[in-house]
């Protein structure tokens, strides 16, 4: 089985903050790095494709000429619960952060999940993925 992993384009917002999941706007310049990876893509002929449902995942997965992509809720990023959308400079003044910071990959953030828990939310799908039918596949 082959299995295409790709990331979206680039987000607009300023860097250091912690978006995980946050639905955030993309740079301007989505349609020269889509381009980029839809040329990539050209002579591949996928069997099934699935993205995130956020939109800077779907957005690209339409650029690329795949407007019917599944939409699955366990590839998304992490969650940073009440950290979404918060600089790293304010989540160093939240206590909790401390015991965060320390061991993020067992902790999770406040509301959101710990590394941990995203890795399994992920592997769960890729399982699925791996023992599935299809032989060429991209996520």
């Not at 710990?114 to 890729?126: E, G, K, P």
């Amino acid at each position: 089985m082959e299995i295409y992993l790709i990331r979206h384009t680039s987000v607009d917002i300023p860097a250091g903050y912690a978006y995980g999941q946050t639905d955030v706007p993309l740079r301007a310049t989505f349609e020269e790095e889509a381009e980029k990876v839809k040329q990539n893509l050209t002579n591949l002929v996928f069997e099934k494709v699935w993205s995130s449902p956020l939109s800077r995942c779907i957005r690209l997965a339409s650029f690329c000429g795949y407007p019917d992509a599944t939409k699955e809720e366990r590839i998304k990023e992490i969650s940073f619960g009440e950290w979404e959308m918060k600089s790293w400079e304010e989540l160093s003044a939240d206590p909790r952060a401390e015991n965060w910071f320390a061991d993020w990959l067992h902790i999770p953030a406040p509301g959101g999940e710990s590394l941990t828990q995203q890795y399994n939310r992920v592997s769960s799908f890729l399982d699925e993925v791996r023992n599935s039918h299809y032989q060429k596949v991209c996520v």
